[in-house]
């Protein structure tokens, strides 16, 4: 069975606002609520490379600048299935289109 991922561009995030792989990752990402909440991994990308992936137990919705946004409370996988993934980098990586953020994918 396939498993809903989410994949996020997390550069401005950690080298420009200098939060951690797992602050970066978690939100608030300008995405569908009802899509979001399908998603059983979410998975941070850093210059083109998958540096970290979470397990999301909870989202929520906030607003930010008057738009609303989802963000998640997970847990970081483990080394197996983190490596599964990073396998995968470059299927992963096709999912985002020109400026795209965020990329969804069955996999």
């Not at 609520?33 to 490379?49: M, P």
């Not at 397990?55 to 919705?61: D, I, S, Y």
């Not at 930010?64 to 470059?90: H, L, P």
Request: hydrophobic share 35%; glycine share 8%; with cysteine.
């Amino acid at each position: 069975m396939k498993k809903e991922v989410l994949a996020v561009k997390i550069k401005n995030a950690v080298h420009k606002d200098g939060k951690d792989y797992y602050e970066a990752t978690k939100g608030d990402w300008r995405a569908a609520r009802d899509r979001v909440r399908k998603v059983e991994y979410v998975i941070g990308v850093l210059d083109k490379e998958v540096v970290c992936v979470y397990k999301p137990l909870v989202w929520e919705t906030v607003e930010k600048n008057g738009r609303k946004r989802q963000r998640f409370e997970g847990k970081e996988v483990d080394k197996s299935t983190f490596n599964t993934f990073k396998d995968m980098q470059d299927d992963i990586l096709k999912g985002f289109g020109v400026g795209a953020s965020i990329s969804y994918k069955q996999i």
